[in-house]
């Protein structure tokens, strides 16, 4: 019998993750890993033939960020060596992830379209 985690290993390798024990570790120790401006401003979303994607979580940070890829990118390195990483892709976020107002409002406090309509019933 094949233990659990090997298998679990084989098969994210067969789906393109060849570093899930790599990503696994990134995702637990992001702000250690990464450092608060990237902790507060991004999240790593999976790790593939080298290359960490990393989403914005919105995107007035993406500017902000691309700056600092090099960086990121250095301190991934430092981390896991450079067999391992191999560069840093930075995505703005998708749609769902960004908050509706830049107060943080819902989109209804915010005024928005959705706001004016009335109650449905």
């Known amino acids: 019998m094949i233990p659990l985690e090997e298998a679990l290993e084989a098969t994210l390798r067969r789906l393109g993750l060849a570093e899930p024990l790599v990503m696994m570790t990134i995702a637990r120790d992001w702000e250690r890993i990464a ?68 107060s943080g409002e819902s989109p209804a406090q915010a005024g928005t379209e959705l706001g004016k309509q009335p109650p449905f019933r």
């Open 35 to 102: 450092g608060p401006r990237w902790a507060e401003q991004a999240t790593p979303i999976y790790l593939r033939e080298g290359t960490l994607v990393v989403e914005a979580k919105d995107r007035r940070g993406v500017g902000f960020l691309r700056y600092a890829v090099a960086e990121l990118r250095q301190r991934l390195v430092d981390e896991f060596g450079a067999d391992t990483i191999k560069g840093v892709e930075l995505r703005p976020p998708s749609r769902r992830a960004e908050t509706p107002a830049l």
